[in-house]
């Protein structure tokens, strides 16, 4: 995200924000909202992570109540501003940022330290939304394998109800009905015949 995002001094946001955040920070445009990003350090001064910063385009206000760090754990400090080395340096913390771009003196060097209980807050928010994707997707396989074995129960009960029906109409064939067909008939034979035998004179 860092390499995607532009150099601010080089936009016109740079007009609308503290020269020391436009010195030091990029913006980047690849979220809903507008952020400038700020390299956050860890002690041996490596680059491990950005701040993001909400700020309004149009305007240059910046939300630090919004403010968030993205990145490992190792990120400790954001230098806002690099002074002379001989001058002990002045560090804030990450929620007293505002107060810092304030207090700032030019020769000075400023770094905000992140703040211990806003990193695990972000870890823990972070292991809590995993752990919901992880339960939900079980949650939707288990219905899905629920539906698909009730539907095949349902299926092999309306089968079996079939065939019972089956063996049951077959079983309560009206054979007596047939049987007496078959007398009526032997019956009709019988007066035929009878009918057609010779009158004795």
Not at 144 to 169: P, R, V
């Amino acid at each position: 995200m860092w390499e995607q995002s532009k150099v601010i001094t080089q936009t016109t946001l740079a007009k609308k924000v503290d020269p020391v955040i436009a010195e030091a920070g990029r913006l980047s445009t690849l979220n809903t909202t507008p952020e400038i990003l700020l390299p956050v350090v860890n002690e041996n001064g490596i680059h491990r992570g950005n701040y993001h910063l909400p700020v309004g385009i149009d305007t240059g206000n910046i939300d630090f109540e919004r403010a968030s760090y993205q990145g490992a754990k190792e990120g400790k400090y954001i230098i806002l501003q690099k002074g002379d080395e001989s001058v002990e340096p002045k560090t804030y913390q990450a929620d007293q940022f505002p107060s810092a771009l304030q207090q700032r003196e030019t020769d000075t060097t400023i770094v905000i330290e992140m703040t211990q209980g806003k990193e695990k807050l972000n870890e823990l928010a972070t292991t809590i939304e995993a752990n919901l994707s992880i339960d939900i997707d079980k949650v939707l396989t288990l219905d899905i394998n629920d539906s698909i074995l009730k539907d095949t129960d349902s299926k092999l009960t309306e089968s079996t109800d079939g065939e019972k029906l089956i063996d049951t109409e077959e079983l309560s064939l009206p054979t007596e009905d047939y049987l007496s067909i078959d007398e009526a008939d032997s019956d009709k034979e019988t007066k035929r015949l009878n009918n057609n035998k010779p009158v004795a004179q």
